[in-house]
């Protein structure tokens, strides 16, 4: 079915121009029935004022009219903007000669037509001039449709004429995209390769020309130069025919800039994943080496040489110290990353802040024969801060100055009082310094500078971003200088100052003298739990041990201990469920039950203590906060 038998004929108005009453009459009715809407002019005058305000679809026009002969009114219609989409039928019975019609055709109208004219005659013509006027109007709602797609895309959109490999088109976007004059590249087609870099342009260029005789093209290249460069994705494909041959190109230009910045971060991320885990391993089995060759000398050199057994026992105490100091900045770094590490904010006196940062970094300050100069103001100097977290800053700077200065060195900790309600704290040295490359990027993580003479460079690279974050989070700021290499490094903390509250002395409390408990360990580390019953056995406690839940059970309620400790990652029956088994029975409702294990979340924190735990001990534990947990309550 075609459109001319769905068309409804009533919606199209046609105006019919006619000074013969007559003739005028007769074609009137012929378009009546056929279902057109008709409105009637007898002269040229009314004819262009009834097109101009009631917009026919098509004016039937008789040439031989008494005021302005109906060639001089096509024209006119065909001139005014208003009117000139509006179709025009000429019709004469006396001007039917040859030249007489192509004058009119000339003059603007879309057929000429000698009377007298048949019904279906007329109507024909009328209606494949209608047709002829709907493919126009489809025509251009799809160019207009095109021009508001391309113009208001971010992508530049182009068509070529293959013959002559001419520019037909290039949408607005190009002037954004390659920075160049759309008017100029109308000139010369190939203006659009001096926006490409110089470095891109001859690969492009020959990628293009070959695209004819390869029928593929899709290039990434940079536009503009050094310091302003865009990255481009250029794609085109050939437009073919109902005949399916080719006869134009067209392509689209789209701007890749972000997702190459995108792709750099993820490749510069996973480089330093690869560099962290290496790092990583690296840092994990240094302290284990001389833990193992520890304990072999301990297993080979007899009980006797009591000095050779405290030597070892001294390296291992120092190396898990190191390991557990790894595992608390990377825990730290997740929580902070999360958002989950919370301050214990109080005020503190700077002293309290300063001397256990010191102590930390005490033994490596020794080992390493650096002198070490604490200047600060001579009264007391308060903060509102978390004091472990504060002294973990100060204490990651003086450990960083120690490592990277050779031997031998000079590490100072200056305190100033630069404002009233400000404090500057700066922790200098005459080490290897910092490049200008390294000195914009030292608070980044997993970032590490140079080593010193003797390689001594530990770590993860994530100390100074932990003390960067760490002193956001108290509103404070860090900075770092340095004027190079083998020049030393200062950096320079400055912090709110708080006003001194009103101290008072705190009851001296005796601390309480343990006596032998009756007691439980659970752990399926076979080792571990061992130590542990020898060492609480020393102690003069009673101390008996399982590997699981089930046998914990049975030795609870064979031995009925005051306290248990139960690690968490138990086998089967998790150390969770087994306190919640415990604290079901009646006998273990006030047993006192010490969590001892590898997780130390808060929301481990939480879950163990609503399993009934009273306390949660973070492998490895120190033994005296073992021995704290062991305390009875007063």
């Known amino acids: 079915m075609n459109k001319d038998t769905v068309m409804d004929n009533s919606s199209i108005l046609i105006l019919n121009v006619d000074d013969n009453d007559g003739a005028r009459y007769?074609?009137?009715?012929?378009?009546?029935?056929?279902?057109f809407r008709v409105i009637e002019a007898a002269n040229g005058t009314d004819a262009l004022d009834m097109a101009r305000k009631q917009a026919p679809?098509?004016?039937?026009?008789?040439?031989?009219?008494?005021?302005?002969?109906?060639?001089?009114?096509?024209?006119?219609?065909?001139?005014?903007?208003a009117t000139c989409t509006v179709l025009v039928l000429q019709t004469s019975a006396a001007l039917i000669g040859r030249d007489d019609k192509i004058r009119g055709l000339d003059g603007g109208a879309d057929n000429y037509l000698a009377a007298p004219i048949e019904a279906d005659e007329l109507i024909a013509n009328v209606n494949a001039l209608l047709r002829l006027q709907r493919t126009q109007a489809d025509l251009r709602n799809s160019e207009e449709r095109f021009r508001q797609l391309t113009e208001n895309i971010e992508d530049?959109?182009?068509?070529?004429?293959?013959?002559?490999?001419?520019?037909?088109?290039?949408?607005?976007?190009?002037?954004?995209?390659?920075?160049?004059?759309?008017?100029?590249?109308?000139?010369?087609?190939?203006?659009?390769?001096?926006?490409v870099h110089p470095d891109d342009r001859q690969v492009v260029q020959a990628d293009w020309q070959a695209f004819l005789s390869q029928g593929h093209y899709d290039q990434e290249f940079r536009l503009g130069e050094e310091g302003a460069v865009r990255w481009v994705r250029d794609r085109a494909f050939l437009v073919r025919d109902d005949q399916q041959q080719p006869y134009r190109v067209a392509r689209i230009s789209s701007d890749i800039s972000e997702r190459k910045s995108m792709e750099a971060l993820l490749r510069q991320a996973d480089e330093h994943k690869n560099d962290f885990l290496a790092t990583l391993a690296h840092e994990l089995r240094n302290p284990l080496s001389p833990i193992r060759n520890a304990v072999t000398l301990m297993n080979?050199?007899?009980?006797?040489?009591?000095?050779?057994?405290?030597?070892?026992?001294?390296?291992?105490?120092?190396?898990?110290?190191?390991?557990?100091?790894l595992v608390d900045d990377l825990l730290d770094v997740a929580r902070i990353s999360q958002g989950k590490l919370t301050l214990r904010q109080q005020d503190v006196e700077l002293h309290a802040v300063i001397e256990p940062a010191v102590e930390t970094v005490k033994a490596l300050i020794e080992s390493r024969g650096h002198k070490l100069r604490v200047d600060v103001p001579p009264q007391p100097v308060w903060l509102h801060g978390d004091p472990v977290r504060l002294s973990q800053i100060l204490g990651n700077l003086l450990h960083n100055a120690a490592k990277f200065t050779d031997p031998g060195g000079e590490i100072t900790l200056t305190v100033t009082l630069p404002q009233t309600d400000r404090i500057r704290i700066a922790v200098g040295d005459n080490g290897i310094g910092i490049t200008s490359?390294?000195?914009?990027?030292?608070?980044?993580?997993?970032t590490q500078g140079a080593s010193t003479r003797d390689r001594m460079h530990d770590g993860l690279g994530i100390g100074l971003s932990l003390v960067s974050k760490l002193v956001d989070m108290h509103g404070g700021r860090v900075e770092a200088y340095s004027d190079g290499i083998g020049k030393g490094s200062t950096f320079v903390l400055e912090f709110p100052l708080q006003l001194p509250a009103v101290v008072v002395p705190a009851a001296v409390v005796e601390p309480a003298v343990p006596g032998s408990l009756r007691l439980l360990l659970v752990d399926d580390n076979v080792d571990s739990v061992s130590i542990m019953a020898e060492l609480l056995k020393m102690m003069g406690h009673n101390v008996v041990t399982a590997n699981n839940a089930e046998d914990a059970l049975t030795l609870a309620r064979a031995h009925q201990p005051e306290t248990i400790v139960l690690d968490l990652g138990l086998p089967g029956i998790d150390g969770y469920t087994l306190a919640r088994m415990l604290r079901a029975e009646p006998a273990f409702a006030h047993t006192r039950l010490i969590a001892h294990t590898g997780y130390g979340s808060d929301q481990d924190r939480e879950r163990s203590r609503a399993a009934g735990f009273d306390y949660h001990l973070v492998k490895p534990a120190r033994f005296d906060d073992l021995e704290q947990a062991l305390q009875p309550q007063r």
């Open 26 to 35: 007769v074609k009137t009715r012929i378009l009546l029935s056929a279902g």
């Open 300 to 325: 080979t050199v007899p009980a006797t040489q009591a000095e050779v057994h405290q030597r070892a026992r001294d390296v291992i105490l120092r190396q898990v110290g190191h390991l557990t100091h």
């Open 57 to 81: 679809a098509l004016v039937l026009l008789d040439v031989k009219l008494p005021d302005i002969s109906g060639i001089e009114v096509c024209r006119r219609i065909k001139a005014d903007v």
């Open 156 to 195: 530049v959109f182009w068509m070529f004429n293959i013959s002559d490999q001419q520019l037909l088109y290039a949408s607005p976007a190009y002037e954004r995209l390659f920075g160049r004059s759309l008017t100029q590249l109308q000139q010369a087609p190939d203006d659009w390769l001096e926006a």
């Open 437 to 446: 490359y390294n000195l914009a990027r030292i608070f980044g993580m997993f």
